[in-house]
Every structure is written in structure tokens, then in C-alpha cells.
């Protein structure tokens, strides 16, 4: 039996002989060639490159006698003194490397003349001349001699490029005939693989074509196929080998589609029994299976396309998905998608996880949490009000009995009443920052927006603040520049957003700091921006800044219980915009905020 091993040393065999031959003849034309240009690299380079170094060296000696005129003297000295030795340098090289007749004699007639050249280059630079006689044996003396100079380099230069002009014309020459060796090498290589490629089309290439067609019939799902395997040699082993892979297969097959079966209804029944509305669709977007729920509220049920369930929120957040390729949460207003099933109103958050070839639909219910919300946020209407009527009545008693109306008052009982008055004055403080946000929290506090510029807001902010900045040695710096686009704003409100971070950063800067309010435009918003130089914010504190009643350790209990930045960030996010804190303890902190441009810039 002829193997495939044994068909290819038989047509590599051939090859390899040539190659063999072709290597020999290689190398032996490459050793001539070699010789050939050591020749030319020993005999004229070295004085090829003798003479450019001393062009070069004589040019910037030259241009050291120049500098010397112009009021550089030292510099132009000691480029004269470096350049002098680089010369004599180069020049003893070639006078060491006297290869071609005649390049003596002009070697030593250069060596002359620079003797002489240097002797002048001592009357030219000589500072006890004057400048003008200099100039004048310069241009009368050293220039003629540094031309012959020169001139008598080059022709060496020109000899030597010539004679190795010569060597390698005979080099090629040389490489002519390999070129023909090697043409005659080739053509027998190709004769020979030509004749090779023939019979391995035969011997090898197309039983693997049969094979590949086997393998394409078996990626297609045909597990039936037989392959042929009448050969004796490595490939008719291979078919068999196929033979019994794909009655594997479709063993394997037969048992795979009943376990996929079984997981598939076991997997149906457990989705069916889940308490949260989950649904998963293919890559159309029709369900393959969804919770009891999901078909519930939502009519999910298997078969059933999302683009025809009616739910346009539902199709935006698949298209999200598939843009984003990754996990995607949606909803209306504050993230909660409003639906009623059975006479009852229900909130949910839905996400989209991709998964393989499909997406999943994940519905959390957060009705009971919507409700504590609303809850919270009546009981906090509802108590805000109810106190505010005493506190109003505590207000105006205090108020009288310190104006002495009733009576007068010794000095401990008027430091008691100022006392009750600020705690009280605090007190209505919180319960009107309560209310505010109640108001915006519950939508009932609606913007009037107006085209405002950006610099108008940042004057009517900053305005109420200079008296208390002055007061305590603080500078209010106001860089919004005047050509910024308008914006769409709300005046009163951002004029308390403005009055919260204001006051937030005149309480923590020290005498002598410096409050700067800053704004530039970003994409399609005006990013504002607060920055100061106090005592700064811990990095572990900054991401709850702007959580309800959220204070950083360390405040003292007039700064308040941590409403202020929480209203501010309900009624920039009410404006369509974004808040952030960036903060370096101890050197100070900046907030930011943005407001949309407006639209209709021309109007």
C-alpha cells in the first residue's frame, strides 16, 4: 500500500533535489558577489567617507571664522579648534588609505594647502586686528584657499566614487549570470511541481473535497450520509472515522431532542408558577415563553410578537436593547410603567436582559412601593401643614415678648427667647424645605420656563449673597460670560438652586477664600458651575450628597438636616438637567449643574 506519506516524499523528493542544487549554486554566486563588494567597501569607501568629513569639517570651520566677525568670538574659536583636529582626523585616513594612481599627489597638495589655510585662519582671527583688515585678507587669502581645498577634496572624492562605479558594474555583471543560473533552477522546480500537483489532485485533493462536501452536508443536519471507503490509505481511513462520528451523531442527536424536550416543558411549567411577569423572546421579538403573570397583565403569551401587543413603551425598550447590547431598564416619568389589570392600578419596572440568540423581559412589581411613597409623601404634606399653624402662633409670642410688649425682660430671659426664636425660625426652615419637595417630588410645583441668559441667572443668584460674603472676608468671583445661549429656566426656582449652593460654600469657605461661579456651554445644555476653595468633602460622602436628610459628619446642627441639595437635585432634574459634586478635602468643592439650551435659538 502506497500512503499519502509516501505519495508525498515521492513528489517532495524531486523538489527537494532541486532546492538543493539551486542552494548550491546560491551560494556559491553570492560568495563571489561578496568578494566582489568587500572589494569595493575596502578599497574606496573609507576614503570616500574621509573625504565628506573633511568637506564638512572645512565648511563649519569656515563658518567659524564668520562667526568670529559677527561678535561671537569664543563660539566661532571653538568651533575653528574642533573642526581643525576633525580634519587633520580624516585627513590622515585617507592619506593611510591610498588606493588609486594619483590620489597621492592631490592627498598631499590638500595637506598643503590646509597648512597654509590654518596660518592664515590665525591672521583672520586674530582680535588685535581691525575687523575690516580681518574681512578684507578673509576675502583676499582664506577664501581662495578654502575653495582649492575644496575643489582638490572632491576630485578625490569623484576617483574614488568612480573606481567603485566600476566594481559595480562588474558586480552586476556578476549577478547577470547568477540571474540566468537561478532562471534555469527555477524552471526545473516549477516543471517538476507542475507534475506533482497533477497527481496530488489525484492521489489527495479530491478525496478531502468529498470529505469537505460530507462535512457541509453534516453542518447542514444531514446525519445520513455514507461516506465512500474503497481507498486503503490514510483517507479511506478518514471516511471511515466519518462514518462512525456521524452514527454518534445521531445517536447523540436522538438523545439530545429528548432531553431538550423534557427541559423545555419542565422549564414552561416552572415559568408558568413564578410570581413576577417574566416573558422570553427570540431575535423577532415573538414570545417563546412567559410566567402566568406576564400573560396576565400584560398578555405575553408564547407566539405572540411584541410588536403587535399594543404597548409602544414595550417596542422602545427592545430597540434600546438591541442597540445597546446590554441589560436596559425603561419607563415613564420616574421609572415606573403605570398599568391596571382587574379594576386595580399596578407600577412596574421593566428591563430588557439580553440572552442567548433573544431578549429577556423582566417585569418588577413596585406597587407596594409607589404606594409607600405616596403615602410618605402625604403624611409629610399633611404634618407639614398641621404644624405649621403653631409654629406660626410661637413665632408671633416670641416675637412679642421680646419687643417687651408684655413686660420687660431681664437679660437671661431675652438670651433664652433669642434662642427659642432661631431654633423656631430653623424649624419652619425644614418644614418649608419639606414642602418644597413634597410639591416637586408630586409634580403639583409646575415651571413657568422662559428664554433666560445664562449671565442674567448668575447676577440674580449671586446677588442676595455679596453683603453676607463681604461680611465674612469671602470674594464672590462671576465669570459667566455674556454670549451664551439662552436657556429654558425656571428664574425663582434656579434662584433657589443658586441660594442653596451659594450658601453651602460661603459656610464652608474660611476668611480670605474664594466663591467662583462659572458657566460653559456643553452639547445641547449650559453646564453652571459653583466652585470654592473651603475645607472640602470626603470622597465616601460625595455620592449621598443629594440623598434626603443626608449630612456629612462634622456639620453643626444650624447647617440643617440635609434637604437643600436633595430640593436642588428635584428641581434641576425637573428642568431636564443633571447635578454633580466633585470635591479634593482640603483644597475645596465644585457643583455643577446643566440646563437645555433653547431649542429655537433664531425665535
Avoid at 485 to 491: G, I
Wanted: net charge negative; hydrophobic share 40%; charged share 20%.
Amino acid at each position: 500500500m502506497i500512503g499519502i506519506r509516501q505519495k508525498l516524499v515521492l513528489g517532495f523528493g524531486g523538489l527537494l533535489l532541486i532546492v538543493a542544487a539551486m542552494g548550491v549554486l546560491t551560494i556559491r554566486q553570492i560568495d563571489v558577489l561578496g568578494g566582489a563588494i568587500d572589494v569595493i567597501l575596502k578599497q574606496n569607501y573609507r576614503s570616500v567617507v574621509a573625504c565628506q568629513e573633511m568637506t564638512e569639517s572645512l565648511e563649519r570651520i569656515d563658518s567659524g571664522v564668520l562667526f568670529t566677525f559677527t561678535g561671537h568670538y569664543n563660539d566661532g574659536m571653538s568651533t575653528i579648534r574642533t573642526q581643525e583636529l576633525n580634519f587633520h582626523n580624516a585627513l590622515n585616513v585617507e592619506l593611510g588609505n591610498i588606493t588609486l594612481p594619483g590620489e597621492h599627489q592631490k592627498a598631499m597638495q590638500i595637506k598643503r594647502l590646509f597648512m597654509e589655510y590654518t596660518g592664515v585662519i590665525d591672521q583672520v582671527t586674530n582680535p588685535a586686528l581691525p575687523l575690516s583688515q580681518r574681512q578684507q585678507r578673509y576675502f583676499s587669502t582664506l577664501l581662495p584657499l578654502f575653495q582649492r581645498i575644496m575643489q582638490f577634496s572632491g576630485e578625490v572624492l569623484d576617483m574614488n566614487q568612480s573606481n567603485m562605479q566600476q566594481a559595480n558594474d562588474n558586480a552586476r555583471q556578476m549577478a547577470k549570470s547568477a540571474h540566468n543560473n537561478m532562471l534555469v533552477a527555477i524552471f526545473s522546480s516549477a516543471v517538476i511541481a507542475l507534475l506533482f500537483s497533477f497527481q496530488s489532485h489525484r492521489w489527495i485533493l479530491r478525496p478531502i473535497k468529498k470529505l469537505m462536501a460530507s462535512a457541509e452536508e453534516i453542518r447542514k443536519g444531514n446525519l445520513d450520509i455514507v461516506l465512500d471507503t474503497t481507498s486503503s490509505d490514510e483517507i479511506g481511513q478518514l471516511s471511515g472515522s466519518f462514518n462512525e462520528m456521524t452514527a454518534t451523531l445521531r445517536q447523540m442527536r436522538k438523545s439530545d431532542m429528548e432531553t431538550l424536550l423534557r427541559t423545555r416543558k419542565a422549564t414552561q411549567e416552572v415559568f408558568k408558577v413564578l410570581p413576577s411577569p417574566i416573558a422570553v423572546l427570540d431575535l423577532d421579538g415573538q414570545v417563546e415563553i412567559s410566567t402566568g403573570t406576564a400573560e396576565d397583565y400584560f398578555g405575553l403569551k408564547p407566539g405572540v410578537n411584541i410588536r403587535d401587543s399594543g404597548y409602544e413603551w414595550l417596542k422602545v425598550l427592545l430597540q434600546k436593547d438591541f442597540r445597546e447590547g446590554s441589560a436596559t431598564d425603561s419607563g415613564e416619568g420616574n421609572g415606573y410603567i403605570q398599568h391596571f389589570a382587574g379594576n386595580r392600578e399596578y407600577f412596574f419596572q421593566a428591563m430588557a436582559v439580553p440572552v442567548s440568540a433573544g431578549t429577556a423581559l423582566i417585569f418588577r412589581d413596585v406597587t407596594q412601593l409607589h404606594e409607600q411613597l405616596e403615602l410618605k409623601r402625604s403624611v409629610i404634606a399633611t404634618v407639614s401643614h398641621q404644624l405649621r399653624t403653631p409654629l406660626t402662633s410661637l413665632r408671633m409670642s416670641i416675637h412679642l415678648l421680646l419687643e417687651e410688649r408684655v413686660g420687660h425682660l431681664n437679660g437671661q430671659q431675652a438670651d433664652l427667647l433669642l434662642a427659642a426664636r432661631e431654633e423656631t425660625e430653623r424649624l419652619v426652615n425644614i418644614l418649608d424645605d419639606l414642602l418644597d419637595l413634597n410639591r416637586i417630588e408630586s409634580g403639583k410645583a409646575p415651571l413657568n420656563l422662559l428664554s433666560v441668559a445664562p449671565l442674567r441667572l448668575g447676577i440674580e443668584g449671586i446677588e442676595p449673597f455679596l453683603v453676607a460674603a463681604r461680611d465674612q472676608g469671602i470674594s464672590i468671583v462671576n465669570t459667566i460670560a455674556e454670549g451664551l445661549p439662552e436657556v429654558m429656566a425656571d428664574t425663582a426656582s434656579i434662584r433657589h438652586v443658586f441660594a442653596n449652593l451659594l450658601s453651602n460654600a460661603l459656610r464652608f469657605t474660611p476668611p480670605g477664600g474664594t466663591v467662583t461661579a462659572s458657566a460653559a456651554e456643553d452639547q445641547d445644555t449650559i453646564r453652571f458651575t459653583i466652585a470654592d476653595t473651603g475645607s472640602g468633602i470626603a470622597p465616601e460622602h460625595l455620592e449621598h450628597l443629594f440623598e434626603q436628610f443626608y449630612r456629612v459628619p462634622g456639620q453643626q446642627a444650624e447647617s440643617g438636616v440635609g434637604l437643600g441639595l436633595s430640593i436642588v437635585k428635584e428641581i434641576v432634574e425637573a428642568h431636564g438637567g443633571t447635578v454633580c459634586a466633585q470635591s479634593d478635602p482640603g483644597k475645596g468643592s465644585v457643583f455643577q449643574f446643566t440646563l437645555p439650551v433653547q431649542k429655537n435659538r433664531s425665535a
